[in-house]
T-cell receptor, first 114, second 112 residues
Framework: KAGVTQTPRYLIKTRGQQVTLSCSPI?????VSWYQQTPGQGLQFLFE???????NKGNFPGRFSGRQFSNSRSEMNVSTLELGDSALYLC?????????????FGPGTRLTVL | SQKIEQNSEALNIQEGKTATLTCNYT??????LQWYRQDPGRGPVFLLL?????KEKRKERLKVTFDTTLKQSLFHITASQPADSATYLC???????????FGAGTRLFVKA
């Protein structure tokens, strides 16, 4: 069974630009969660999607948004990039999400904002 | 606000010894507590889950304890090996919360 895939793996952008990251979950998984990981803050929860609906979101500004498609693939978008958005963005998929469901993480997208 | 604390300093131990990592939390009542392993440049990998009504869970050389009164979990790796060197993350989730919060992780180094 193929694991979670994320594209692109590396990205360099400049301040003010916007970026879209993609996540393909494990086949059969309907929940996708996104996290931002930085050395100072660790793994921070961004949002979770299930069947194209956002069920929860973390404490991030509205510049961070996401969506999920009918095939469970998910994208996240960051508009008006700031230097502080430089981070590793991880997505994780699970069967249904919640109730201690095991999350399977992708390799992440390393975003650098110059 | 809710907070998870893990040993911020790296843990250095000798091969064959037992590594013990600590996870403390405040202002939170998790239904589930999970431990993940993360290697440099890679996403976290799930290791163990323990529920709020469980005291201890084991899997091969791994053991997790969960004390909801102390608001603490201990993660043990017995007979540690250099291949166990990695960062270990503690994660909490409420029942039906659809949101997992992670600690910053503890870096473990096992010397041969």
């Amino acid at each position: 069974k193929a694991g979670v895939t994320q594209t692109p793996r590396y990205l360099i952008k400049t301040r003010g630009q916007q970026v879209t990251l993609s996540c393909s979950p494990i086949s059969g998984h309907r929940s996708v969660s996104w996290y931002q990981q930085t050395p100072g803050q660790g793994l921070q929860f961004l949002f979770e999607y299930f069947s194209e609906t956002q069920r929860n979101k973390g404490n991030f500004p509205g510049r961070f948004s996401g969506r999920q498609f009918s095939n469970s693939r998910s994208e996240m978008n960051v508009s008006t990039l700031e230097l502080g958005d430089s981070a590793l963005y991880l997505c994780a998929s699970s069967r249904g999400g919640g109730s201690g469901d095991t999350q399977y993480f992708g390799p992440g997208t390393r975003l650098t904002v110059l | 606000s809710q907070k998870i604390e893990q040993n911020s300093e790296a843990l250095n131990i000798q091969e064959g010894k037992t590594a013990t990592l600590t996870c403390n939390y405040t202002n939170y009542s998790p239904a589930y507590l999970q431990w993940y392993r993360q290697d440099p440049g890679r996403g976290p990998v799930f290791l163990l889950l323990i529920r709020e009504n469980e005291k201890e869970k084991r899997k091969e050389r791994l053991k997790v304890t969960f004390d909801t009164t102390l608001k603490q979990s201990l993660f043990h790796i017995t007979a540690s090996q250099p291949a166990d060197s990695a960062t270990y993350l503690c994660a909490l989730e409420k029942s039906g919360g659809f949101k997992t919060i992670f600690g910053a992780g503890t870096r473990l180094f096992v010397k041969a």
